[in-house]
Structure formats: structure tokens, C-alpha cells
């Protein structure tokens, strides 16, 4: 097989909100652009597919009508050859090398899990996750749909469901109530008028807040979830129940390439640079805060490997940073949902190993060794970051090939 080798001044990863806007920056001032993204679409999951897919269109018209760009889309990264010089695949065998002397990081988040009994049933699925399959084409119309968890991951993916024709039953948020009430009022008015019309559109949902998943129902599949307020139980029916917790940054490329992770974010100078000279990052990837952040950290990270004063993008930064800040504050997890998992409850769901297994075990390593723990087709993927979250161990030791990829791809030219 011979390897397709191509050269840019720049390669971006990732081709959700933060990468476009970067892509876009980078092709107005006439910069060569490689562009990686590992879904045959561009827009992440916030806009690929679904209700919100209009909002990312006339940005996409808009690098479309650039020169210069090399689109890999479809393509997954498996090694990195030094810091500037990616092997990828293209899921048929065909390997390709990409190199560029600067490289930008817009990687993303990915749903965070956190273990309850029967969360491993059948018709059980992240939040986010049920959301990629119906914009994917999964057949839901029609099925009984509980949300539950925080967030407004919750609203979004309800608003995609009933595009799709769910019978939404409920969605439960652990928030608080005053929290919520709280944080609505100190949105600046354009999101605040965004919320107030997705909320809209799903008034005929009931929300319920303070409220939260403690166990799933059924038998060869979900047939009810098990929710609390603090003071009672009851059993809400469902075909499916999307749990979403949350988000987490995407640092495993960062993590490959040597940079440094700060509060499980990639750390960040005030150029946007990594720890790694000549590679940037922007988006999700170094701090969950919605689209917004990631807009402006796209453009400013093209931006500042441009050589570009980023003076004048610093104050839609600020805003930014105080959106995600309030986020994290009206959203943090109540210590209760850290601990539905018992000892039964499956942590590793490619190797069976439930919570009382790895408990006797005192890091993740030993714990690997004796109950292969994280190594199964994820390779620790959900695992990794859910035993750090419960047992507080240090998971998951990054190597080669950062995903799974064909033989093919490792035999000479």
C-alpha cells in the first residue's frame, strides 16, 4: 500500500464550532489548510444534523469559498511522527501522512458517564449519544424518551428527539430550581431569547428539576427508570432513557503529542498555545462552554498562529470565559449522583468488571492487571474517567495507535 503524503502550512483537528471558525480565519489570510475530522461531516455534533444544523451553514459557505483547504474528513488519527507529522486513516485501509509546521487542536468534548444499576441495559444510551444516532438516522418516532442528568445537553437532544418524533415523557435535571431560575437571568439576552425558544418548542415535555436517575428498570432491556427528588421515589416507563451528565474535554491527541493537561483541560498560554511550541488549541477540548467559546477560541487560536494581535478579540473572550463559568457553577453535579453505583454495577462494560471488583485494587494499573479493567475495544475510554471520578485513580496511559485502525496501515510502502 503506498501512504498518501500531503504538506500544509497548518493542519486543524476537529471540524465542530472552534474548528471551522479556525479553518475560516486561517483561509482569509491565505494560510494552506489541512483539515482532520473523524466524522464524514463537518459541524461536531452541535451541528451536524438536526434542528441546530442551520446555524453552523453560512460559516461552512464561507470556508467553502476559501482556497487553499484540503478537507480529510472521515479520517482517524493513529500516531503522531514528532509534533507536527500525523499518521491517519480513512477507515478502507488507505493510510495517510499529514505534516505542516503548525498544528491546531480542536478536538472537543465527549459525554460524561457516570455508572447507576442497569445503565448498561439495552435502549440505555448517553444523552449525547442518543442525539448522534436519531441525526444519524436511528429509528425513534414513537418511543416513550426520558432525559435525565444536567445540563442543557438535556434540552438540545430533546429538541432533536422530537424533530424525530419521540414521545418525550420527561426531563429530569438534578439542578436545582433557584439555580436554574439563577442562572437564566444572567444570560446575555441573545442566549437567554435562544433558551426561552427551545424551551418552547418543548413545552409540552414536562422538566423537572432537582430531580435525578437512581436505577434502571427492566429485564432483557430498559423498561422504566427509578427517580428521585430527595424525599421520594417513583418509576417513570420509557423505551429509552438518555442519561448526560455532562461533557468532558477530548485531551487524547494533546495527551499523544506531549502537551500538558491542567483540570483534565489542555493548558493553554494566553496566545492560545500549548505547552508544545507550534501547537494551539480551542474549543471544548480546554474547558466545556458552549458554542460561543468555542467560536471565538477557534478564530483567536488561527489567529495568534497567524502572528495576529488578538487584542481585538479578547473582549468577546472575557464574555465567553464568564459563560462557562457561570455553566459550571449553575450545573455542578449534586455528590449523590457519585454515589448510585454498588458493588454490582458494571464500571467496565467491554470486560464485565463491576465496581466491587476493582474496588480491593489500589490504582488503575493494578486494578488493569488483575481484572482487564480498560482493556477491551474502548481501551478505557468510559472506564478511565469514570474510575478516576469514583475511586480517584490516575487512569489510562495513552499509546500508539490512539485508535483502532487496519494492519494495512502499519505495513510499508
Not at 39 to 52: D, K, T
Request: aromatic content about 4%; glycine content about 12%; some cysteine.
Amino acid at each position: 500500500m503506498k501512504t498518501r503524503r500531503l504538506t500544509a502550512d497548518a493542519i486543524v483537528l476537529g471540524a465542530g464550532p472552534a474548528g471551522m471558525a479556525a479553518v475560516q480565519r486561517l483561509l482569509e489570510s491565505k494560510v494552506s489548510v489541512i483539515w482532520v475530522d473523524n466524522q464524514a461531516r463537518p459541524g461536531g455534533q452541535i451541528w451536524r444534523g438536526g434542528p441546530q444544523a442551520a446555524s453552523g451553514a453560512a460559516l461552512l459557505r464561507r470556508i467553502d469559498a476559501g482556497t487553499g483547504l484540503t478537507k480529510l474528513h472521515g479520517h482517524e488519527l493513529i500516531a503522531a511522527d514528532g509534533k507536527q507529522s500525523l499518521l491517519l486513516h480513512d477507515g478502507q485501509g488507505q493510510r495517510v501522512e499529514v505534516s505542516a509546521p503548525k498544528l491546531l487542536l480542536a478536538t472537543g468534548a465527549s459525554e460524561r458517564h457516570l455508572p447507576l444499576p442497569g445503565w448498561t441495559l439495552p435502549g440505555v444510551h448517553g444523552a449525547g449519544g442518543l442525539q448522534a444516532l436519531v441525526k444519524g438516522g436511528w429509528p425513534i418516532a414513537g418511543q416513550q424518551v426520558v432525559l435525565a442528568g444536567s445540563g442543557p445537553l438535556l434540552l438540545a437532544s430533546a429538541a432533536t428527539l422530537q424533530a424525530a418524533g419521540a414521545r418525550l415523557q420527561l426531563i429530569a435535571e438534578q439542578a436545582a430550581l433557584a439555580t436554574l431560575i439563577r442562572f437564566t437571568l444572567q444570560l446575555p439576552l441573545r442566549q437567554a431569547a435562544q433558551a426561552a425558544a427551545l424551551r418552547l418548542q418543548l413545552r409540552a415535555t414536562p422538566y423537572r428539576s432537582g430531580c435525578w436517575p437512581v436505577r434502571v428498570l427492566g429485564r432483557e432491556r430498559v423498561q422504566a427508570v427509578l427517580l428521585t427528588d430527595g424525599q421520594r421515589e417513583w418509576e417513570q416507563p420509557c423505551d429509552a432513557l438518555g442519561l448526560g451528565f455532562g461533557l468532558r474535554p477530548n485531551t487524547e491527541v494533546a495527551e499523544l503529542l506531549g502537551c500538558q493537561i491542567s483540570a483534565g483541560a489542555v493548558a493553554l498560554d494566553d496566545q492560545l498555545q500549548t505547552t508544545q511550541h507550534g501547537i494551539y488549541a480551542a474549543g471544548e477540548c480546554t474547558g466545556i462552554g458552549g458554542v460561543g467559546k468555542a467560536l471565538i477560541e477557534g478564530e483567536m487560536a488561527a489567529a495568534s498562529l497567524l502572528g495576529q494581535d488578538l487584542a481585538p478579540l479578547r473582549s468577546r473572550q472575557r464574555n465567553a470565559q464568564k459563560f462557562a463559568k457561570r455553566l459550571a457553577a449553575a450545573f455542578t453535579l449534586r455528590p449523590e449522583l457519585f454515589k448510585l453505583a454498588d458493588a454490582q454495577t458494571l464500571i467496565c462494560r467491554c470486560e464485565d468488571v463491576s465496581l466491587g471488583a476493582l474496588k480491593p485494587h489500589p490504582d488503575w494499573r493494578e486494578a488493569k492487571l488483575q481484572t482487564r479493567c480498560g482493556m477491551g475495544a474502548c481501551q478505557g475510554r468510559i472506564c478511565g474517567p469514570i474510575s478516576t471520578e469514583l475511586l480517584g485513580w490516575q487512569a489510562r496511559g495513552l499509546r500508539e495507535p490512539l485508535s483502532p485502525a487496519p494492519v494495512s496501515c502499519w505495513l510499508p510502502d
